[in-house]
């Protein structure tokens, strides 16, 4: 069994004195697992962070064995984020919820808007907002996608601004005003009535309402929470 393909690496661990075991996402074969054979040197390391995009092969002699891989560099997300922190926790958390994905099991749409995420981590005007479209979509890939195209109530597709945080539809101004306490908050940039300026406040509606929804489906279920780098992402660019 041989594949060639591109990747999102997501994690690494020693194996061994030398070799590495990397967790890898691929267009085309989902995430997989594979041994590189000195992943540990001086050379690899550096391809070997999570975040980067690498060109991958992996060989096995079955197609349910953990097989060997070689890898080699596309472009270091991980490097160009290092001088800054806030852009390095929003690579850390991407490369942590995407391995609540299943093994093996390919989701182009979401690698092609995950690479598209990660090109414009150097642009902080830009990527927050993307980020949580991202966690959206991610929400979305795993059958638990939330519906803002219309009020749950009326029907109608204007003035949406809650969610509800149980069957995770949007609910307009006049529907959702006696139970506002109870709602979540709809930011405008993730309804059809889009408007090009984003506020710090909209971003921080945005992941307080995709983090709910990721963590009552896809978390607490497996007994995890939100990573600490997506925790500590939030609570900076809130400040």
Not at 80 to 97: G, H, K, N, Y
Request: net charge neutral.
């Amino acid at each position: 069994m041989q594949w060639t393909d591109e990747g999102i690496v997501l994690s690494v661990r020693p194996h061994g004195e030398t070799a590495a075991v990397v967790d890898l996402w691929t267009r085309a074969h989902g995430r997989h697992m594979g041994l590189v054979h000195g992943g540990r040197s001086r050379r690899l390391r550096p391809i070997l962070q999570a975040g980067n995009h690498v060109d991958a092969v992996w060989k096995a002699r079955l197609a349910d064995q953990l097989g060997s891989m070689s890898v080699e560099m596309r472009r270091a997300f991980a490097a160009e984020t290092l001088d800054d922190p806030q852009a390095l926790m929003a690579l850390s958390s991407v490369t942590t919820l995407t391995g609540l994905l299943p093994e093996r099991d390919p989701h182009p749409n979401l690698y092609e808007i995950t690479l598209f995420v990660l090109g414009f981590l150097n642009d902080v005007t830009v990527w927050p907002a993307l980020l949580v479209r991202w966690e959206l979509a991610l929400l979305d890939e795993l059958g638990f996608g939330l519906d803002l195209s219309q009020c749950a109530a009326t029907g109608a597709n204007d003035q949406l601004i809650y969610v509800s945080p149980k069957s995770g539809r949007a609910v307009s101004a006049s529907a959702g005003e006696p139970y506002r306490d109870k709602l979540l908050a709809l930011p405008p940039f993730l309804t059809k009535q889009r408007s090009a300026t984003v506020t710090t406040e909209d971003i921080n509606r945005g992941f307080a309402l995709t983090g709910h929804f990721i963590e009552k489906h896809l978390l607490t279920p497996r007994g995890q929470t939100l990573p600490a780098s997506r925790m500590r992402l939030v609570s900076q660019l809130a400040a």
